[in-house]
Each structure stands twice: as structure tokens, then as C-alpha cells.
């Protein structure tokens, strides 16, 4: 009851709180004013060819998620938050996202980075396929594999890099490599034997062999590449962090192996080994954190993790040595995850941390030639509301007891997973648990072990070269096209000889119009 009253109170004070500047009208004409200005602006479009194009993936950050994390954010640096900016908030293109699978109406996480990786929208639960591809049949695989953003990046000569908080052969980042009837093929230990038997390769084994120059790949996943009950290097023999491989593959050896003997190929398993690189002498790099999935932002050892900031920092810093540029996924995985386990906590400080990863990416590249794009995969059923006054906790209650049962409820809650509680068959009263803690599980309408997805539109924020492209409602497979066009990679490149030819004339670069037409009047004087 102590709980209740605190939040009540607090949610009585807070209802009087508005800032003295506020009050002036002015103050909001002005503010409009200057963001009018500013959109104004942009009206003079970024056309050059993006050498350098980084895709922020937040795994499961619907809008929800990212008006829940700016608030988040704000209140971390002692604000009330509703008006704090994220970095992806800066961006000056936004677009939505269609999340939805070729056979699913509300996605899972295959198919989707199937869609915004290849260009290409798939079954649920397959990686690089198309959709004549039927889950978990091998056999349906062989001639429906079609290629990612990644592998273009790659075969135009530019250095390419994977970083994520799951493991690195998780969905979102297997569908850059792998072509995969089943997402949970992450070793062989987890095929069927029918599959084996048909030459199908787990994801982990198409991570090394097939694109073998990647050059930086960062995450957990650690256990998928060492043979069945190897001990692990760091939990020791803690059973479920043992190695899982049935084939007798240390693949990080062979990761290695696979590397000209002239550059300089480091594995790393720990937050200090990877600090203390001299990152100039990086050629490649696999950094394998975690025996599975990399720990919550919140619950991180700073000594053995490093921060999805730190990964960001380092991927960048090996792969801008490339003279003709990069393409570098980035997933902000475990979003995702603290969704599903009805931890609205954990999700949103992973949101942030992710936020804070783009402003560091920011800060290492250029907005002229550096096309950066953040997205979501899919939203989930989560969602904050019950007329909360303005610097409420993003945590907290909800100014008002249920006039139905009489209860307190807090603002975030979920539409099924989990949270849902039921105590001498009523709704639990929420006064008597730690709501604020990392790992309170949200109430929910419906019971579910795991919450699910939503099935919304996701958006799309982006800013550098061609950002414009990105606008309106969009298929979300339409997403890797652009940064494709953008980059003058993939198929499409027909544009990018004439704004090669643009540049030396004094032309807005892809801007082909007027150039056009000079060129078709050469061909007649």
C-alpha cells in the first residue's frame, strides 16, 4: 500500500508540472517556426552516392517501443521526457515500414530481415529464401536462395560488417549470410537428420564458409562453434555454454584459416581483449561474447561484455579504412527479447542503449557520404497509456485506480505474455510487488509464456545520401533496394554513371535529368 500512495502521490504532483515557458504561446509558434525552417531545408536534397551505409535494426522497436524509449531516455537525464529527442528522432526522413511475412499476417524475425536484407519477402521462419521455400524443408530449398545487401556491399569491393546483441546467428543477422529453410538451425546439433542427409548447412557453418571475408562480425553465439560439450572459455563447465557442434568443427579455428596469411585475423571472446586492439592492424575480426545471446544492457559486466556503443565504435573504425566504403548491420537484438519475457524495462534500456550506438555512429561518419537508415523488424503488443500527467515515470502507475476492480495498474502493459496474474482469482494488485524493478513482468490481457508480436507498421528513420527515397508507407522489402541505389550497388546502378559524369560537370550527384538530356543532344550535334 506504501507503493500505491508513493505513485499516487507522485502522480498528483506531477499532474501540476508544466515548464513556465510553456505557458507562453509563443514559446510553441516559435518552436514550430523553427522546425518549419528546418524541413524547408531539406528541400535541398542530399543526391551524392553514399560510400558508407550503416543499417540500425531495432528487433522488435515498434513506435510504441521508441516513444516509450525517448521518454525513457529523457528521464535518464533528469527530465520529464516527453520532449527529449533520440538520435533516430534527428533523423530527417521517417517512412513506414508493412512488417508482414508472404504466409503471416504478424511477422516473426526470419522472414522480415529476409525482406529489408534481400529485398525479397518470405516465408515466416526462413533466412535468404524466398517464399517457394517451406519451412524446415530442406529439400525446397536448393535454387530459391536469393542474396542480401551484405553480399552486393561485398562484391563492389567494400568492407562489410555484422554486430548484434543476440547470437550472430540469430535471425536478423543470418539473414545476411545464410540461406536457411529453418531460423533455428544454428548448428547442426539443432537439424533434423533429414536435412543433414539432403546437404543442407546450419546457419553457424554458413557463417564462415559462405562469405568468408567478412570482416567484422561481433555478438554472442559462441557455443555454435565448438564441438558438442566442449567447455566453454568463460562459464566453464556450466552445461548449457557448452559447445554444440556434432560435425567436430572448432569453426573459429577455421574462421581464421579461411584468412590470407598477410592480414591480421583476431578472435575475441571478452571486453578487454577487444579494447586492447590496435585497430589499425584489424583486417578482420570475430568477437564472440556471450556462449548464446549477450546479456541485457542492465544486468552487463563491463569487464567481460562490451556495450553495443563499443562494438559500433570498433566495427567502424576497421572497416572506414576501406577506400571505397562499407555497409555494417546493426542489431539492437534484445529489445526483442525483454518484449517477449514481458520485461518492458529491460526492452526499453536496450532501445536506448541502441540510441545511443547511433549517436556514436554519428559521430564517426559523415552525412555526405554516409547513408544511415534505422528500422524495426516487427512491433510487439506492448503499449503505455492511462492518462499518466506529463514527467510520469515511464515506469510508474497510472494516476487512477481500475474503476472496475478497484486496482492500481501501472501505465505499460502488454496484450498478452506472461505478466498476466491472477491472485485469489483476482487481478493481482500491483502495490504489493516491486513494479520498478529491472525484472518485473508487465500485466497482460492474455496468458502466454512468451508475449507475441504485433503486427502494425514499423518505422523507418533516415538520414545521409538519398535519404529522401524513404518516405511514405512503404513494403518493407523496399528498404535494402534503396540503400542499394544509394550506394551504387546491387542491380540497379545504371543511375550511378551518369552521376559520375554529373560530378565532373558540377552536377548534383545522381542527379541525372538535365544531364540526361545534354547527353541525348550530344548523340544528334
Known sequence: MLLLLLGLMAGTCLSSFVPEKEKNPQYWRDQAQRTLQHALELQSLNTNIAKNVILFLGDGMGVSTVTAARILKGQLHHMPGEDFQLEMDKFPFVALSKTYNTNAQVPDSAGTATAYLCGVKGNEGTLGVSAAVIRSQCNTTRGNEVTSILRWAKDAGK????????????????????????????????????????????????????????????????????????????????????????????????????????????????????????????DFLLGLFEPMDMTYELNRNNQTDPSLTEMVEVAIRILRRNPKGFFLLVEGGRIDHGHHEGKAKQALHEAVEMDRAIGQAGTLTSLEDTLTVVTADHSHVFTFGGYTPRGNSIFGLA???????????????????????????????????????????????????????????????????????????????????????????????????????????????????????????????
Not at 411 to 437: C, F, M, Q, W
Not at 461 to 485: C, D, I, R, S, T
Not at 489 to 506: E, P, T, Y
Open 159 to 282: 568492407s562489410v560488417g555484422i554486430v548484434t546483441t543476440t547470437r550472430v546467428n540469430h535471425a536478423t543477422p543470418s539473414a545476411a549470410y545464410a540461406h536457411s529453410a529453418d531460423r533455428d538451425w544454428y548448428s547442426d546439433n539443432e537439424m533434423p537428420t533429414e536435412a543433414l542427409n539432403q546437404g543442407c548447412k546450419d546457419i553457424a557453418h554458413q557463417l564462415i564458409h559462405n562469405i568468408p571475408d567478412i570482416e567484422v562480425i561481433m555478438g554472442g553465439g559462441r557455443k555454435y562453434m565448438f564441438p558438442k560439450n566442449t567447455t566453454d572459455v568463460e562459464y566453464g563447465d556450466d552445461e548449457k555454454a557448452r559447445g554444440t557442434r556434432l560435425d567436430g568443427q572448432f569453426l573459429v579455428n577455421v574462421w581464421k584459416e579461411k584468412k590470407p596469411r598477410n592480414k591480421n585475423a583476431h578472435y575475441v571472446w571478452n571486453r578487454m581483449q577487444l579494447l586492447e586492439l590496435d585497430l589499425d592492424r584489424v
Open 399 to 525: 494516476p487512477m485506480l481500475s474503476d472496475t476492480d478497484k486496482k492500481p495498474f501501472t501505465s505499460i502493459l502488454y496484450g498478452n505474455g506472461p505478466g498476466y496474474k491472477v491472485v485469489a482469482g483476482e487481478r493481482e494488485n500491483v502495490s504489493t510487488v516491486d513494479y520498478a524493478h529491472d525484472n518485473y513482468q508487465a500485466q497482460s490481457a492474455v496468458p502466454l509464456r512468451h508475449e507475441t508480436h504485433g503486427g502494425e507498421d514499423v518505422a523507418v528513420f533516415a538520414k545521409g545520401p538519398m535519404a529522401h527515397l524513404l518516405h511514405g508507407v512503404h513494403e518493407q522489402n523496399y528498404v535494402p533496394h534503396v540503400m542499394a541505389y544509394a550506394s551504387c550497388i546491387g542491380a540497379n546502378k545504371d543511375h550511378c554513371q551518369l552521376s559520375s559524369a554529373a560530378r565532373l560537370g558540377s552536377q548534383p550527384a545522381l542527379f541525372p535529368g538535365l544531364l540526361t538530356v545534354f547527353l541525348l543532344l550530344s548523340l544528334f550535334f
